[in-house]
């Protein structure tokens, strides 16, 4: 389970999404593939069932006629007051041809044993040896229209009898009427209702006789080599069995091949009707439903897999985003906001996460102006003992005018540079404050620099940070033009407005620096000689207060030339 909590949130919510859809989307289509299943199944059972309650219809239907002719002709017979054979033979004959599509012969047993025929030639020449019996069977036990099993007859075939006695009209036996019944007739028309791609039939007597049946179909199990295809032995056993089990539907295997046989003996006869079905063809639709049913789980679970990962890209895109953010931090003054457009709880932990940027700025804007002002009120030791040591000569020298200069300057000096009131003072302030510091300056190592500056109009009301030029003269003097021995030493202040801009530049001839050290100098505070400055304020401070005020488009530009000497540019937005 340990490398399961190291997946990250996008990985958790694809798969969360894509197994929970995906499960409740198989659930319902292996529900609906079941009920579909169960629906071919029960709309193919009712087919079937159907089929069967037709063919008992057909076969009550084929009785009824076969009974309606013989109530008719023995009616006609019974109103004989003596059988003329000739006139029967006629009247034989004529209801064959009225009834030639369920009988085939019809005959007159006369109780002398004197055998009339509709077709009196050929039976005279052929004759019909179950004749006998049939009489026999007609005339024993209770009277009505009796019928046998199935037999060949000479003049029909393979045939049934129906048969009974009659009466004239004075109650008097007078003979039996026994009609021979045309089952190829009785076979095609079972073979339009009972016979498919699928199904076939069988319609055994009430003693298993096989009557009629249809064995062309490939799945009907019938003897190899038989032609017309007779039905196999085993099979029609097979078939007994099932009616003394009284089974209305069954599943067998027949010959390898599996059936599922539909049986009922719902009609006059009692005869009982096989429907028989080729399970493959259903296994074969099921199969197909199934199938269906996999691909269709294969093509969601793809689908969803897209989805699933689309949405979890979205859902965590705006997290992903801040964690991106947050490991992207190398320097916390770097920190900056995430774009936010949501207003769901990821849209407040975003705004929660920009809230605490702003503070962490804020924090961080307070404590560098806090910084600044502590490093503008600390005055560098060197630089106070070293003016008070001239201040102590110029006393020895009797020089008073210029010792009450030096104090009243460095007097004005300190004053502003502790004022707390003013973060920004005009321009005209901060040279005044100059002023004072090149005095000291040249008191301290005499007359060797020019000091020169040229302001434009409307400059000197503009606000700058209080202590931004002294730092730079101080630089200048330091590390510049005191360095440079051979030229007239120079340090030049202008100060113009462009497009709402005050622009100061600061020359001095000193010495100039290479690009590696102008870098230096903006980046690093120089700690070495902070104590020999008049204040801690160095020239990386001063830009960092650039970037701090105005933003980073106002950082101070320095352009250098060894030996050739050096210009600082400072840009500040003119405010009056």
Known sequence: MKFIKEWGMTIRQFLLVLFTTFLIFALLTNSNTLLTINTVKTSNETEHINLIKEANNFLDQYVSSIKSAIILLSTELMSFDVINDAKTITLLRNYTEYTNDNIKTLYFIKPDGTVLCGSQVLYDIFGNEHLTQLYEQAISGSPGIKWSNPYYSTLSGYTI???????????????????????????ETLNKHLVGTQYS???????????????????????????PPKIHDSFILQLK???????????????????????????????????????????????????????????????????????????????????????????????TKIENNRSDEIGQLIKSYNYMIDNIHRLLHDVRVYELKMLRSQIGPHFLYNTLSCISILAKQQKLTEVRQTINSLINLLSFSFDRQDEFVELKDELSSLEDYIYIQKIRFGDIFEYKVDIGKNCEACLIPKLTLQPIVENSILHGIMANSSKLKKIIIKARIRNNKLIILVYDNGIGMSNKKIKELLDVTDEKNRHKRFSSIGISNI??????????EYQLKIRSSTGNGTVVRITIPCKN
């Open 201 to 227: 039939y069988v319609l055994l007597s009430s003693l298993g006789t096989p009557i009629a049946y249809n064995a062309n179909n490939n799945f009907m199990p019938v003897i190899e080599n038989s032609y």
């Open 241 to 335: 069995q099932l009616s003394k089990e009284r089974t209305n539907i069954s599943d067998i295997d027949s010959l390898h091949k599996p059936l599922k046989i539909y049986n009922s003996q719902d009609n006059s006869l009692g005869w009982n009707i096989y429907l028989v079905v080729d399970k493959t063809y259903l296994n074969t639709t099921i199969a197909a439903i199934k199938r269906k049913f996999y691909i269709s789980l294969i093509l969601c679970f793809l689908a969803l897999s897209i989805i699933s990962f689309l949405t979890a890209i979205w859902l965590s895109s705006p997290i992903r985003k801040l964690v991106i953010k947050m490991r992207s931090i190398t320097n916390i003054s770097s920190l």
């Open 161 to 187: 009898a129906f048969h009974t006695m009659i009466r004239n009209k004075s109650g008097e036996f007078v003979g039996v009427i026994i009609a021979e019944c045309r089952l190829d007739s009785l076979s």
């Open 543 to 552: 830009n960092q207060r650039m970037i701090l005020y105005y933003g980073p």
